[in-house]
C-alpha cells in the first residue's frame, strides 16, 4: 500500500470491551488533508475448518445465528484463545463443534471477514484424515447439528442462497484454489 494512502490515528476512545470484541471509535487523518471517524470492532480473529471426509463428503455445522436470526449452515470456526495458534484452534473447533480429530490439518490461507469495520482476520484450514472422538462438546451456548453434505452438492447449496455464510463460502473457495474438488 502507497504510504500516501494511509489514514493515521488521530484520537481515539474505546467504547465498548466484551469477552469477544472491543469496540472503539477513532479519529483519524485523510491523505487528503482531512479528517473523519471510524468505528472499529477488535478482534482476535478465527479459524474455520473445511472437514473432509476420506469419502469426499464435507462435515457441515447448522447452528442459530442472533445477529440475523437464523440457522444457518456453515463449516466449523470460533475465535483464537488467547495466544493461540491457529491450527490449534482449527484443532480445537473441530473437535468441540463435530466430535472429530483430524490426523492432518493443512493452511488453505487467511482472509479479512469485513475490513471496512473489524480487524478480525480468518484463518481457513483444511482438515482430513478425520477420526471420531469422544463426542462433540460445544460450548454451552451452541446448540449445533452436524450435516454431512457430497462434494458436488456444496457448491449447489452456495448458488441456491442455503448456505450464505461469508467465512464458509470464502474458505471454500480457497480450498478449490488449493485443488480440493468440491
Known amino acids: 500500500m502507497a504510504q500516501?494512502?494511509?489514514?493515521?490515528?488521530?484520537?481515539?476512545?474505546?467504547?465498548?470491551?466484551?469477552?469477544?470484541?472491543?469496540?472503539?471509535v477513532?479519529?483519524?487523518?485523510?491523505?487528503?488533508?482531512g479528517e473523519?471517524?471510524?468505528?472499529?470492532?477488535?478482534?482476535?480473529?478465527?479459524?474455520?475448518?473445511?472437514p473432509l471426509l476420506?469419502?469426499?463428503?464435507?462435515?457441515?455445522?447448522?447452528?442459530?445465528?442472533?445477529?440475523?436470526?437464523?440457522?444457518?449452515?456453515?463449516?466449523?470456526?470460533?475465535?483464537?484463545?488467547?495466544?493461540?495458534?491457529?491450527m490449534e484452534c482449527a484443532a480445537r473447533e473441530l473437535a468441540e463443534e463435530t466430535g472429530l480429530r483430524a490426523r492432518t490439518l493443512s493452511p488453505l490461507g487467511r482472509?479479512?471477514?469485513?475490513?471496512?469495520?473489524?480487524?478480525?482476520?480468518?484463518?481457513?484450514?483444511?482438515a482430513t484424515g478425520l477420526e471420531r472422538t469422544a463426542g462433540a462438546d460445544p460450548d454451552h451456548d451452541e446448540l449445533i447439528e452436524i450435516e454431512l453434505v457430497a462434494s458436488g452438492e456444496v457448491v449447489r447449496r452456495i448458488a441456491s442462497g442455503e448456505i450464505r455464510?461469508?467465512?464458509?463460502?470464502?474458505?471454500?473457495?480457497l480450498a478449490q484454489l488449493h485443488g480440493v474438488s468440491l
Open 4 to 24: 500516501s494512502s494511509r489514514e493515521s490515528r488521530l484520537s481515539g476512545e474505546r467504547i465498548y470491551s466484551g469477552r469477544v470484541v472491543v469496540l472503539e
Open 26 to 33: 477513532d479519529r483519524v487523518g485523510l491523505p487528503n488533508g
Open 36 to 50: 473523519s471517524v471510524r468505528e472499529v470492532i477488535r478482534h482476535r480473529g478465527a479459524a474455520v475448518v473445511l
Open 54 to 86: 476420506d469419502d469426499g463428503r464435507v462435515v457441515l455445522v447448522r447452528q442459530y445465528r442472533y445477529p440475523v436470526g437464523e440457522s444457518l449452515l456453515e463449516l466449523p470456526a470460533g475465535t483464537l484463545e488467547l495466544a493461540e495458534h491457529p
Open 111 to 126: 482472509f479479512y471477514s469485513a475490513p471496512g469495520y473489524t480487524d478480525e482476520t480468518l484463518h481457513a484450514v483444511l
Open 165 to 173: 455464510d461469508a467465512k464458509t463460502i470464502a474458505t471454500l473457495m
